[in-house]
T-cell receptor, first 112, second 116 residues
């Protein structure tokens, strides 16, 4: 299985930049997802990394280093609506199921 | 609009009662999943189904049961054997293939079960 670790909570100021880290240990890494979840709502897909490097999508970017078992989600020009939980999920190809395992999530609080 | 519909959104149950949570999708996705979410625990996989009439246990299947008689439907029954059933339950299906080949999960809005 996987061991996925991310900070429990982070706070940041509107307009600033925040980086949410995720470390993982897995024997059959096959990709890493980031999802955003507002309180009481469904998680929504943000980004996917399977190769090393940075993927940029508007204000959000995600980075992956497979050798270090490390990813981060970078949020720029923070807005109040970015206050949410950010879930890191790792896909493992062991057993052929390819089902992602989720971390505990990082609750981001954006204040004025 | 295509999507996943979960019902009910809120459910209260007395101890010793079984309850069934509904999950319906019109996305024509083959694979469907049930996750449980508790504060500070992230999402944990209960059951999943890759195809109609087939399903597999996830990491925390004890006290739960499922069926997959139709492609569109994947109901979850929380039985009286589940010791701590109060939680937020999320249903998901696997579709939306990215250029890389990976599939993104699409989630329903969730069902919050409270045992009194």
């Amino acid at each position: 299985g996987q061991n996925i670790d991310q900070p429990t909570e982070m706070t940041a100021t509107e307009g600033a930049i925040v980086q949410i880290n995720c470390t993982y240990q897995t024997s059959g890494f096959n990709g890493l997802f980031w999802y955003q979840q507002h309180a009481g709502e469904a998680p929504t897909f943000l980004s996917y990394n399977v190769l090393d490097g940075l993927e940029e999508k508007g204000r959000f970017s995600s980075f992956l280093s497979r050798s270090k078992g490390y990813s981060y989600l970078l949020l720029k020009e923070l807005q109040m609506k970015d206050s949410a939980s950010y879930l890191c999920a790792v896909r493992d190809q062991t057993g052929g199921s390819y089902i992602p395992t989720f971390g505990r999530g990082t609750s981001l609080i954006v204040h004025p | 609009d295509g999507g996943i519909t979960q019902s009910p959104k809120y459910l209260f149950r007395k101890e010793g009662q079984n309850v069934t949570l509904s999950c319906e999708q019109n996305l024509n996705h083959d694979a469907m999943y049930w996750y449980r979410q508790d504060p500070g625990q992230g999402l944990r996989l209960i059951y999943y189904s890759q195809i109609v009439n087939d399903f597999q246990k996830g990491d925390i299947a004890e006290g739960y049961s499922v069926s997959r008689e139709k492609k569109e439907s994947f109901p979850l029954t929380v039985t009286s054997a589940q010791k701590n059933p109060t939680a937020f339950y999320l249903c998901a299906s696997k579709g939306s293939q990215l250029r890389s080949g990976a599939n993104v999960l699409t989630f329903g809005a969730g069902s919050r079960l409270t045992v009194l």
